[in-house]
Each structure stands twice: as structure tokens, then as C-alpha cells.
């Protein structure tokens, strides 16, 4: 069978590579070789998604994941990869490259490509080192396409890792000027956590053992007499639960983020927020839920508790920036906090939500798009006037309709209006959690006010007010260099707005794919 | 029959879709055909349903629902989107798309001179989809959404001079507000959900078995034994979307800012449409609400207490239409208080006459301040009988109406609700009728005040004479930053402007097509009325409206002949009252005078309610975030990394001294290590 | 004749062995500290011959050629280091070179 | 008492490689004699010093590997000479990382000793060959005599190489400290030797599994007992192989020497001295002691974790790159003693698998700087390496790639190799290991990657206050500031990220150019008069990308290396390394 999980992991890298060796003074054909690439991998993840969508009697139950429950009767969910691929790598230590897609990785794949597509386009601008530019987004494309299609542990964290690179890179080369403060610190935060799951892949190849034969086949795990018992999986999901938790983040292992996503230029703060982030929440939902079942039931009380904070805390905070880009972020980490609130809505017998499951996924997904869109829009505007300080903005609504109506539309789905994306994610994933324990669902839900809150307060203060009398705005005007969105970053966004409307009216083929 | 209603939708969406992409680059007369047209149409379909429902029989037929897509499946919720027509949906859509096609063709005058034109007809056209979605919807979900899209209209439209500071702090406030009504709503649907496992209203009698056709949260609601608490807890969350859509307090404080608008917005938005969702909700779901013995007192204790509350408010106002504003306040409180009742009928009764009467108040409100190029306050006004007779008998028409003097709508609807509710003060038992005493004194006293404001408000405007200094050169489309400039110089320049009578010769009346929906609604304020309950005269065939709503909600307990005369009587004494009353005060124009009393200063500053929020919840919420933003974000947590790194740092500078350069300590490290570890064997062997 | 007991030239090699060890800590000469190392690698010798002769083994033995051979071969090495340093910088004592440290 | 000598052609054949690469240096000498050193192309530049003699250097390096596969083939494995050399796959194993990082050593080696006009190469090579079959020696030794032997053969050889750059003091310090240490350290090990000789009556080591030349395994599997004496040895040759393989508190020698030595001969000696002692260590105590393992173990324990903390802790705030890699070796080495403290196939095994990627990977990093190092030591500062990628990028490309692989980074190859050591950790009941070498790995990320923002994120160093120059990248931030972009020529990469084109961008543009130009005209610091002028034309080597292929070659392959053992190769590498850890 055609290695069609590989070719779409591998095709970024192999482009990124083409793009290094591309003369330098060939912009254009630099640029578009990039796009392409991206595209065409956008394109075989639709074929693949495509083909998820077909009925497909050839699938191989692999495994079955007390997870799903619907209120009277708990039934048992069966997890199905499907387009496998396997290859022995170091069977000794039960390492093997092995592929697979299920519902929740087919979606997020998809995500992934989407973004690269949209950032790479958005990153025309670029001038500085631009191959080696482009080159790092198809390598982060490649570690993240890995991270959501691996289905070895092992294979699982070298793409978790992988990724690491290019976007300290991204960060450090070419950030704002606290850069190298800001992509060490990101670095280092995820690193602490990544390094303590190692620790908890390799013991839990260790554990996994039949006979002197390792494994960290997901498969096998899942298929696998083994029961671990309660005390190693409670430090192995802390493990696990380390790096998901920095990536995610979950407050309080947040401090990374505002630095990284407001010093990153636009994009890749885009690509960080809206696929990388998503990393981390996967890992929560693949690896910390299925593998340690008992764990996930004792500790769900407590990740749930750091969620509420987060997603309460960084609302008020997102409320009280006057940094645009430090809003966005810390709106984001409010906003994964529903997503992770969603995945770890389990009920008093530990078994998972249906409802929050999918919500959770629909929402990594519309926080994918929304926040893209935000940052990028976020990103022109600063490229336009070279700030990013909402005092220093006001009316420009009137100088930039397009921009605003978009921007306009992007907070409103960010904000979970009814009707667009988000709303349709927080919904679900709402719902899941009130079901199963009311008060999280309660706090959870009351995100919404400061949310509205701060999401009105970058349009208004940006798009919306009086015009400001003088400092870098009018400066930027005066030149004549504010111009509306052009075709090109119009074109940019729109895929993204376009999903932000089809999802929020008919999200349902979504969570067809999560339950399928 | 219910996919008729598909076709009420889809036109003021697709007019949205055309004016906001294209209408930067139209004529004024596509916009309007656009607008109009989308509008009418809508209408048409709209009355086409509400008459296909008629033609049914037996009355309890007269529901239908289609169901159009599925919006998603998740795990047992099913979510589709499904129109419901049914007696209350068709007379809300009929109410809506009627006085809001009205509010279309009066804006073409109102905002004629506007540069955003298009824009402002789009975000109306908008509306009018999501108000039609809201009380079209076949389940909470779609119900939400209607409830989220009409605050985001709302807000687009309070907000639609965005320039203007006040403009834009209005809208957020509103949105802000709204969306803690979403977050009840939200966790009401939550609570269905996880009790009976569906979203759907259901339709029908009561359904219990899941899975069936009919089968919802109002067919089902009775089937379960929910306990005291979540059954309390429904209606409750229900009423705190209710109270922030409807302005109840405390909720209400978005609504007099909301003001910041366009007066035709004012109208149809915050006076006849948006704002009586609430109403539309509590009726819809009215089943929910007697699940628990407390609901409903509570929303009449609310809805009393408010209608006081923005009565006493709306007595000292001078902005025209924060009067009008206070007012629908006020009177969004009398519905809730006649629901409480039981009778929701009466409700939406007077839910349908207050959009009449309301909606030409603000218009006619809007006549004036537009024929005084934007000016808004009292004391500036005076005398217009004179210059503009139309609005001047058309706003007679709706004060008569609102204040409750026979035979004008508003009389018998009003009517209708303290009947109702004197009726259910007798009924029940236990402390709960003291409440429905208390409740039904309230109103009657509010009446009286209504009167007293109105006639206030309508001697201020059109009696006496002229005090103000012709029109603002520069109005309400004050959206053009050249114009922004220049508005300075019309201010600096307003001493010179000549005052009083002479002043009065520059005022024109409205142009027709501002005219000829006033005339309209004046005539609907007339005669509205008619549709409701003939009980008073022990008439009991004609309630049409009543017996057409009934298959939904229910009949309402019938009172006795001298209970509701003597509630007619006192309420007519009190509005007759409060005319006198305004009459002798300000009969010989409005003048204004600077008042210490105590309780005055306090009405007229709304009690400082905004004031006390900003203090109490908003600076302490904006402080303590600066705080943690300082304290935790950069002190203790980017801190604390910092000192780790640094701690890290300099533990190791500290080994580093110990790397000296020099061989001989090296050796020394060396032989203390042999030491070290030979003792260690020593020791242990 | 009476035998000396094995653990009185262990004592000594022992001796020996510390002695050098300090000469190598105290003294600044390198020539003097490379004199203290062969001094320990001496007592080693000592120690190994002993011990050769006490278990009857030629292992012992035959060690101290090869630890001999190798201490001709160091000191070879060592004195052209020394030599190289001294034409260099004219003074060899090993607390005057720290350019390298921290 | 009484000798026989029987040697037969098997023996011989079981130690090919070793037998290669002395007749290869005797033969260099032999060569480096009778090549034309006068006449027209003066020895500095001649391609007799610097491809001659460097080519057939290699070539011994690829004979004995060539052979060393061979064994690996076709070989019996037994041991030489009455117990004395193992040719066990074990030892082909660590044969297989010295060789690669004398190899990459060689290299690296033309071209740095080009620059720094080095031409008495002969004796360079010759002694770097001897060096290899010193450390080659030392891990394929089954007695201690032949240990001995390794040892000293590698470390004399070692001394010289050191201090092989004569006009520069560092180095000779290097080789004198070097030396005094080492010899200090070896009469140690050497007394520990002959304490256990004392208490165990031999020498050899004894194999696993056969009768076949008794040795100390024997004696203990027979007496599991342990003695005072034999305790004392055990410490006293803990001491000796601590300090070659620079454990912590025996670390102090090696960041100084590191620093000193010319970077191709650090390229070498980190790994093969580290590969050769280590296996010896893990022969000795995980194999031959493992008896009386319960002795033992605890010291080497408290080693490995001091080492790994240490280590890790004392590279913080390093701002030179070879002592940070330096420090940075002396934490992989308590990596690596988890391994012996681990035990077990799996623990040895991890060892071997983790010196065959630690020598491509380390081999890389030193090799790069070797391009870097000035001839007076310095040009390894954090403070040279800034902004390095906008002057060479390829070059700061690999040195990155090298670092990344060094903490630990996947693909390449260090990560497998720590998981694997991590995973000997946990199967061999240690647990805390695996949790203290996975949490000290953070603090080495943290100062490779501080490195690497150095190169790869900051602007090139500005010249300090007092200098004559003023680069013209301030001339032109300033000019820029002055058409009011200030905020933007904060660095040359400035917002050019996400900025649109303006004048703003090109400025910065310019900017970064100049700047790249400035630092490497820049004029040299004040030092030793009779350098300047030689430095000057050394500058001029460094200038632009005008690397001699032969490092790029040496890069190449050892990045390619270093990827390939990540990546595919890891497959039979590893069952390899389990098949041989089993023979040691």
C-alpha cells in the first residue's frame, strides 16, 4: 500500500529541504515552492480525509477505550486507525515506526496543512533569510504532522521534539526584540515537561512488557492484558501530563506563552497558537485519557481545576493587556482551557464524555482557524504601523474597513458567538462537562462574559473610538502607508473566514469525524 | 407548513449578505429595494403562515415542525435545525417583520444623509433574520443562537456611529450584559440536557419516551421528578437571559446607554422587538417555569420591582429618549409581572401593543430629533405642535396608548395583566398572594407614573413653546471625520444662534416616508387593543388572541366580573391621575427646574447604579487584574523563572571559582576524591 | 634470617606512595612534581614485586617492567613539555600557568 | 616460575586493527622523512604536509576499520595472548567510535593546522595513530598489564598532541596540565592494580562463561567476599577511570585541556579517550567486579549522579564553546556512567550504542570550531560566535545541527541514544537515574541552546566603547533611527519578519550585511605583538566561506553520521550493541 501517512509527514520536510537549496535571489520561485508544497500537502490531507469519510469496511478494530458514555448507558468506544503503516525500527525496545489516522487525527492533520498553507502565505512579506525561513515552517508542518499521525510513543515524542526546533528558531531568528529571552523560555518550559514524559514513555515501554518484549505501539497498548496498576499510572499520566500541560498550556505553567507568542513574528505565532498548541491537548486526549484510564478518573478533578483557573485567570488577563498580541495569547490559553476542560470531563465512573470529547476537538480546530486569523490580522496591522499597543489605536475602521469587518468577524467567532465556529466546540465541550460535574461546567461556561469582554475591547479600541492625535498610527497615515487589506492577505484570510462561518452553521461533518 | 417559515428567514439574511458585500458600491435605491424588499417579503411569508395556521382545525393542529439540517451529532445530542410554527411563533414573526418593515421604511428618511447607509441597512436586515430565528427556532440550541445573534445585532447597530465614543462604550456594555444572558441561557440548556436528554422543545403533549417525534424539554419536563432544586434552578437561569435581553433589573443598565443608537434602531430594537424576547422566552417555555412553585414569583417580583424602579427613573429624565428608554423598561416589567400571573397570553398581548405604541414613540421621538438635526434634550424642544402635526397627534395617539386610557391598545392589555394578576392574588393560597397584592399595587401605581412621564415627556416636547435654537446644523450622522472637525466650530458658535420662537420657523415636519409609518402605527396603537380580551364585558367569545395563543399556553385562569373592574377602575384612576398631575405641572409647556430634593436627585442620576457598578465590579475586576498582571504574570511567574535561571546561574559561577587554573588544586580535588572514596570503603568494609 | 612480613613492604610502599602524593600537591616545580609521581609510581613497583613474590605469580613482575618502560617513557614526554614551556615563557612554575581556568 | 611463549597467527589476526594502524604511523614517519619539505612550495602550504600525510593517516584509519569489520565478520572472538586482548565484539564496538572520531579527528585536522602554520606533521599524525591504538588498547584490554599499556600509550600520545601548537601557551599548559594530572591520576589506578592484584593473585580479568584464562572473575565468582585490600583497589582504580573519563570531582583537567588542545585533537580526544576508558571502566566494573557489584556500586552511583548534575550545572554559564563543550562531555559522561551503574547487557550496550553517537555528534561540534579557533584560542567565545549564521551560515548550521544532537534533540543521534541509556537505567533498578539524567538534560539544553541564540538570533557583537572602529552597521542603525524607523533597527532581524517593505526592512537589510562584514575585517584585539600580523592573514583565511573542503567533508560525514545513527540505522545498531555488550 502507497506510504500515504508518510508521504504527507515527509512531503514538508522534503520541501523545506528543495527550498534551502533554491538560489537565493530567486524570491518568487522561493516563495512559491514553498506554498506549493504546503498545498499540495493540504491537498493529500483532504484526499486523506476524504477517504476517512468513505465507509471503510477494511478497518481493523485495534484496540477498545472505555471512553465514551452516553448518560443512561455506558457503552465502549473502539479506537480504529486507519491507512496504517508499520515498520520495525528497534523492536528490542518495542520501537516502530507506525502511522495511523483516527477521527480526532484526520481533522487536526488537516488543521495542520490548512495553517501552514495560510501561514506561509501570510509570510510573503518576509525578506530576512527567507529560505531558511520557510524551510523552519516545513519542518514545524512535518513535527506536527507526526505528532497527530504517530501512533508509536516513541515515534510519537521525536515528533514532539522534532517540532521544538524550528519554532525555537522561528521565535529566536526572527521575533521582536526580546526574542532570545523568549524563545529560550519557551524552550526550556516545554522542555522540562517533554523530558519528564520520556522519562514516562520509557517507563512505560518498560511496563508494557510481555516476555522480555517491549512495546510502545499504541495498538498493542491498547490491546495489551496488561493493567497497569493504579500508583504507576498516576506518575506516569503526571508524566505525560507534564508536557501536555506546558504546551497546552494550563496555568500555571503558562509564563512561556505571552513572551513566545507576542516576540514570534505574526505567523508563526500563528502556527504556534493554532496547530502547536493543539499538540498538546491531542496528547491529553490520545495518550493521558486511553493509556492510564485510572489515572485520568483521579486526577481529572485536578487537571479540570487548573483549567477553570486558566481559563478564568487569562480571561482577566487578556482583559488588562494593552499589548494586542499578549491579549490574543492570553485569550488562547483561556480558550484551550475549555478544550482541555472538554477532554477531561469525565463522569463519576471516569468514562469520558462524548459530548465534551467532540466539543473539545471541534474547538481545537475553531481555535486553530479563529486565532490564526486573529494573529495574522493582528500581524498586518502591526506590519502597517509597527505597534502593537492598543492605545495606540482607535477608529481605524474608518482607514480600513475590510481589515475591521474581518477582524470584526474573527473576534466574534473567537468570542463563541452562537452561529460561528467557536460556539459550536465551546457548546459541546460545555455541555460535556455540566453533565458530569456541574460546578467545573458552571465556571467553565462563565468564560463567556470576559470573553465578549476582551475580544470587543481589541475591536473597539483598535477599529472603533476616536482616532488618535499623533504617535505611530498617525505617523504610519501620514506616510500613506495604511492601507486596507490587500487581494493578497484578503485571500490569506478567507479560506479561514469561510470556515468560520460553515463550521459554526453545520459543524456536524466534524464531529462525524471525531465519532467515526 | 412550518418550511414556510424557512422562506421568512432566508430574505433579510440574503439582504444582509448583499448589503454587506456589495452595498459600499449601490445607489440608495437598490439598498432600499434591497432592504425593503427582503423585509417584505419576509412579511408576506410571515403573514401567509400565521393565515395558514388559521385555516387549521382543530385549534390544537395548529402546530407544525420542520426540520431543515442537521446541525450536529454528538455522542445522544442531536441537534437540528427546525422551524416551529405554532400560534405564539406566528404572531412574534408577524409583530416582527410587521413593525420592523415599517421601521425600514421610516429609517429611509431618518438616515438619508447618513454615510453609512448601506451599512446600516444591512446590520437592520440582519437583525431581522436573527429576531426571526429566535422565535422561529424549533429548539433551545437555534434559540441561542437567534439570542446571540440579535445582542451582536444590537451591538453593531448601538454602535453604529462608531466614532463617537459614548456609541461604541454603549454597544460593549450591551454586548457585555447580553452575553451574561447567553451564559444563563447556555447553563439553562446545559441543565435540560443533562435531565432529559434533548434540546428540542418537543410539540405535542407531554412525550416522555426520548426518541419520539414530539419528544422535548417542554413535552418532557414533566416526566421526571428533577428535584426542587434544578427545577428552581431552570427557571431561574431561563430568567437571567430573560432579564439582560428584557432589561430587567439588575440587568437593565445597557438599555438607556443602548440610546447611543439610531432612533430607528431605538425603535425596533430596543423597544418593540429584541428586548421582548425575554417575554417571547418565559411564554415559550412557560412550562419550565411552573415547575417550581417559586419560578413565577420571583420573575413578577422582578418584573414589578422593575417596572417601579424605570418608572421613577423615566420621571426625571430630559433626554427624549432615555424617557422612551426607562419607559420600555418599565413596561418590559409589566409583562414579566403578567406572565408571572399565569396568564401569558396577556404578555404577549401586551407584548404586541407595546411594539406598536412603543415603536411610534421612538419614531415619532426620532421624527422630532431628526427635524432638530439630532437635538435630544427636553429643554430644548417645546412648541413643535405647531411645526409638525403628524408626529404630533401620531405621539398623542401613543402616549394615550401607553398610559392606558380606553379605548387606545395599551389599556386593554395593560388591563389585561393587572386583571390577571388581581385574579391570581385571590386565587392562590399562602404567602405567595401577599407577593400578588403587592404586585398588582405596584402596577396600578406604575400606571399612574406612566402617565405622569409620558404626558411629561409629550408636553416637553410639542406644548408650550419653543426654547431651543433651531436645528443642530450637524445631526446624528455624525460619522464623517471631516464632519468631526467641524462640529467644534458649530459648538463654539452656538451663542450666537438665535433662540425661541423665531428659531421654531427653521423645524420642518418629517418627509412621508417618515410620515407614513407613523401614521400606520398610530392607527395599529389605535385599534390593537381590539384582539385582546373582551372579559371585562363579560364577553368571553371574543378573545381572539387569547384563544389563538392557547394552544400554546395554555388558558388563563379566568377571574371574576368585579375583581377585574375594580382593577380596571383603579388603574384608570391612576393614569387619570397622573395626567392631571402632568397637566397642572407642565400643561403650559415643559420648564426645567434644577430640583434638590433628595429622591429626585437620586432618580434623575438613575440611582447612580452605573456608578456603583463601575466602583464595586468593574475597577476592583480591572485593578486586580492589573495587579495579577503585575504581581503574578511578571513578578511571580516570569520572576520566578528568572530566578530559577538565575539561581541556576549562579551555582554554577560558584563552581566555576573552583575551576582555579591551578594543577595543584586540581590534584588536590583529585586526592580529596581518592580520600572520599577510600574512606567510604573503610567505613563500609 | 628471619622473613620480613609482606604487610611491612605494603606499609612502606604505602609510605612511599603518600610521599610522593604530597611532593605532588606541595611542590610548584614541575620537574619536582614529575620526580613525586615516579616516587608513587616506585611504590607501586614495590608494591608489585612484593606481591609477585608473595602469591608466586610472575604477573607482578613482569608490571613492573611495563610500569617501568612507560615512567622512562613519560618522563621523556614530560621533560620536552617542560623543556617547550620553558623556551617559551622562560619560568615553568605550575602556578604561573593559568591562562586556563573559570 | 616458569615462561612459555606461544603466539599464533590467530593471535596476531585478533588484533589486525591495532597491528594496522602502528605499521601505519611508523610508516608516516617514515613518509614525512623522505617528503620533499624544501624548494618552491614552502612546508606551510605544500601538499605534501597537508595531503600526504593527512591521507594516509586516514587510510590507516580506514585499514583498521576495514579490519575491525572484518573481525566483526569473520572473527572468533577469543581472546590474545593468554587472556591479555579481547577481540570480542565488544571491543570492535568501541573500536567502531574511536576510529570514527579519529577519522573525523584527521579530518578536521589539514585545514586547522594549515591555518595555524603548523607543519611538523609527521609526528602530528604518528602520534594521533598512536593515540588511537592507545585508546583501542585500553578498551579491548583483559588484563590489567595491557589496560596499563592502553592507557599510557593513548595519554603519552595525548601530552604532545595537546601541547602540539608550541606558539601558543594555552596549549602548552594544556599539555602540562594534561600531563601532570594524567600521570598523577594513572599512579593511582596503577596502585589500585596492584592491590587487587594483591588480593585477587592475577592480573587478567578472566572471561565470562569459559574457564579458559582465569583472571580476577574467576577468583571473585570463587570468593564473593570482598577484602580490605580488594576495596581499597576497587576505589583507587575507580579513581584512575573517573579521571579519564572526567567524572566529577575528577573532572577539573578536562575544560582546561579541552579549551588548550587544538580543536581537531579535542574533536578526538573527548571521544576516543572517553569511548576507550569508558569501556574499560564498564569491562572492569560491570563485568569483572560485577561479583562484588554491591560494593561498588554505590560509589559509581554518587559519581554519576555528581557528574550529571555537576556537569550540567558548571557548562551554565559558560561563554566559551569549547569549555562549554568541555563541561558539556564531562555531563555526558555521567550519562554514560548510568550505564555502569545500570549494568546488565543492556546497561553495557547503551554505553556502546551511546560512545558510537556521542563521537559523530561531539566529533561535529569541536570540528566546526575548529574552523573558528584562532591561533592565540580565541574565536570561540560566545561573544565571536553571535550572529555567526549571517556570516557562515552553512557553518552555523552544522554547528547547531551538532548541538541539538548533543542535547538530546531527535532525530539525530543523541536521542537515541540517551533513551536507550535511560531505558538501562530503569531496567537496571534505577529509577532516580532515569529522573535525574532526564531533568539535568534541561539544564543542558538550556546553555546549547544558548549557543545557538548566539549564533542564530543575535546581531554580530557590537565593538566596544573605545575601539577605533565604528562598525558601519551602527553607522547605518543610526541613520535609519535618524529617518525615524528607530524602532525597527533594534537588530538586523529586526520586525523584518513580519514588516512590510519599507525603508525600515532594507535599512536593517543593509545593516545586517555590514555588520557581517565589519566582524570579520575586525581588527584584532589587543594581544602578543608578534601574532598580530600572523593573525591578520589567519583572519583573512577565516574570512567569507572559504572552509577547506576538507572540513566540510568531515562535517558532512559527521552530521550524516549523526543522522543516520538517529535515525535508520539504530535498527541492527543496537542489536548489535546488545550482541556485543554480551561479550565483553
Known sequence: MFPMLSTIIFLPLLGGIVVLLLPRERVNVIRWTALGVAWLDLLLALGVMLAYAQPHPTAITVGTVPLVVGEASPTVASVTFLLQEHLSWLPALGINYSLGVDGVSVLLMTLTTLLTVVCIAASFRVEQKLRTYLAFMLLLESGLLGVFLATNLFLFYVFWELMLIPAYFLVGGWGGPRRVYAAIKFVLYTAVGSFLMLAGIIALGYYYRTGGHYTLDLTTILNSSTHLNSTVQLWLFLAFAAAFAVKVPLVPFHSWLPDAYSEAPAPVTAMLAGAMAKAGAYGFLRYCLTLFPDAAHRLAPLISTLAVIGILYCALMALVQSDMKRLLAYSSISHLGVITLGIFALSAQGLASQQGIDGAVLQMVNHGITITALFLIVGFLEARTGTRRLEDYGGMARRLPIMASVLMIACLSSLGLPGLNSFAGEFLALLGVFRNNAVFGVLGTLVVVPAAWYMIRLVQNTMMGVRPAGGPVVAAERKGGLPDLDIGEFLVLLPLLVLIFYIGVHPLPLTFFVEH | MASLLLWVLIPPLLGFIILGLLGRTLPRSAILTVAWGTVALSFLFALSAFLSLLGVHPDSQRVSDASVYTWAIAGDLQVHFGLLLDPLSATMLLVITGVGLLIHIYSAGYMADDPGFWRFFSYMNFFIFAMTLLVSADNLLFLLVGWGLVGLASFLLIGFWYQRPAATAAARKALVINVIGDFGLMLAIFLLFKHLNTVDYGYGGPNCIPGTSGYGVLTAASCQQLGSLVSLAIPLLLFVACAAKSAQLPLYMWLPDAMEGPTPVSALIHAATMVTAGVYLVARTHVLFTLSPYALPIVGAIGGLTALFAATIALTQLDIKRVLAYSTISQLGYMFMGESAGSYSAGIFHLTTHAYFKALLFLGAGAVIHALGGEQDMREMGGLRYRMRITFWTFLIAVLAISGIPPFAGFWSKDDILGALLTQATSVGGAVRYLYYGLWGLGVLTAGLTALYMFRLFYGIFMGSYRGAGPLKHGHAGSDEEEEEEEEEVITAAGRRRRGESALYEIYEAPAVMTVPLVILAILSTIGGLVGSFALFNYSRWQPLNTFLEPVLGSAPEGNLPLLWLSTGASLIFALLGLLIAWRRYGQGFVYKESRNPFYRLAYNKYYVDEIGVALLINPLLWLGRQASALLEGGLLDGGSRLVGRAFSLLSAAGRRLQTGYVRNYALAILIGVVLIILYYVVRG | MTTIPVSWYLIVSALLFTIGTIGVLVRRNPLIIFMSIELMLNAVNLAFVTLSSYLDSADGQIFVFIVLTVAAAEVVVGLAIIVSIFRTRRNIDVDEMNLLRG | MSFTYIASAADWARIAPELVLAGVALLILLVDLLLPQTGAVPRERGAANFFVLPLLALLGVLGALAATIVLFVVGDGQRAFFGLVGSDWGSLYAYLAILSAAGLGIIFSPAYLKRLKLVHQGEYYALFLAATLGMMLLAAATSFMTLFLGLETLSLALYILCGFVTRRQSSQEAGMKYFLLSSFASAFLLYGVALIYGATGTTRFGARGTSAFPGVLQFLQAHPQSTTLLLIGIGLLTVGFAFKVSAIPFQMWTPDVYEGAPAPVTAFMSVGTKAAALVAFARVFAVVLEPVAADWQAVVWALAVLTMVGGNLLALVQRNAKRLLAYSSVAHAGYLLIGVVGGGATGLAAILFYLLCYAFLNAGAFGALSALERLDNSGCDREDLRGLWFRRPWLAGFLAFFLLGLAGFPPMAGFAAKYYLFFAALQGGHPELLLIGVLTSVLGMYYYLRLIAAMFMEPAREVQAGSLEVTPALAVAGAGAGAGVAPRASGPLGRAASTRTGGASTGAAVAVKTAAQATTRRAPEVEQAPE????????????GSSLSWTTWLGLGLAALGALALGTVLPFWLVDLALKAAATL
Open chain 4, 532 to 543: 598580530t600580523r600572523e593573525q591578520a592573514t589567519e583572519e583573512g583565511a577565516l574570512a
